[in-house]
């Protein structure tokens, strides 16, 4: 089962693909958008037919207390987006403190400062459908 990560910031879209089995997430690029969200659902298309899509993973920003706020509210309103869009499940992830893991990600290999502003988002879309993988190998092996 082949999934797409994503990471929806208020000017980008990071994309991250898993393998074929769904075991690794590898970034995959980063769509900018000026929240044309429809477009930006559009523009998914060539991504779902070209790598076999079957099922999204999309980051939920919750808010530290457990609450949903403004970016996360955004989020489901992208999840109905595509669901309108393509016959494919969209799972949310929890994304709390994934776009911080991946500044650290970025630093430990000493990006500069420019470069981890064109990737973070990228990043930040591999550690999220990272996290559902594992959570989902974690839990079929229970």
């Known amino acids: 089962m082949r999934y797409l990560g994503l990471d929806l910031g208020s000017r980008t879209l990071g994309l991250a693909l898993s393998d074929p089995t769904g075991t690794i997430a590898s970034s995959l690029t980063v769509l900018r958008h000026n929240e044309d969200y429809r477009g930006l659902v559009k523009e998914l298309e060539s991504y779902v037919k070209e ?4 099922a999204f993973v999309l980051g939920f920003p919750k808010n530290m207390n457990n609450t949903v706020g403004p970016k996360g509210e955004l989020a489901l309103r992208f999840q109905t987006l595509l669901e309108e869009a393509y016959p494919l499940p969209v799972y949310l992830q929890d994304e709390r403190l994934s776009t911080v893991e991946a500044t650290q990600v970025l630093l430990a290999q000493d990006a500069s400062r420019a470069k981890r502003k ?12 990272q996290s559902f993988l594992d ?3 974690r839990d079929e092996e229970k």
């Open 51 to 54: 790598y076999r899509i079957d």
């Open 118 to 129: 064109q990737v973070i988002d990228g990043v930040a879309a591999t550690i999220i459908l």
């Open 135 to 137: 959570k989902k190998r």
